[in-house]
């Protein structure tokens, strides 16, 4: 698969059956729709803010930021807010293909949610530390 942001090609890594695409170029992250639902169901996730149709549904962000296809169908992905201070500005496939985190996004998301109380926090922290040291920002 190629990445929507440099169009080299991405690594595909594989932890508790769910596979993230990465770019080692720009460091951004690809979640498959499925992938992420895997790992929602697994981990007994209940927050509506991580499945996959609030980002087919959620407001579109303002920004300047350049609009990306999507490397699954081609079209141009929406941009969308998750998190919290600060908001996490991601790439959402309009049809439900997935989700891209440029480099550093995940990172920041891993942040917000070791901050939640700990029922929410260790369901979160299992995969999200391991995807939080493999796909560490490049600054």
């Known amino acids: 698969m190629k990445c929507p942001v440099c169009r080299n090609l991405m690594i595909v890594v594989e932890h508790d059956k769910i596979e993230v695409d990465h770019c080692v170029h720009c460091g951004g992250t690809w979640f498959d729709a499925g992938e992420l639902e895997l790992f929602l169901e697994t981990k007994e996730l209940e927050d509506p803010h991580l499945y996959p149709a609030y980002f087919t549904t959620a ?44 480099g550093g996004e995940v990172d920041q998301l891993i942040s917000q949610l070791a901050e939640k109380p700990a029922q929410t926090a260790d369901s979160h922290g299992h995969v999200m530390g391991f995807i939080g040291k493999v796909f560490k920002s490049r600054k």
């Open 59 to 102: 407001p579109e962000a303002k920004t300047s930021e350049k609009k990306r296809k999507c490397p699954i169908c081609g079209k141009k992905m929406r941009k969308v807010n998750i998190g919290e201070k600060p908001k996490v500005l991601i790439d959402a496939c309009p049809k439900g293909d997935g989700l891209w985190f440029d």
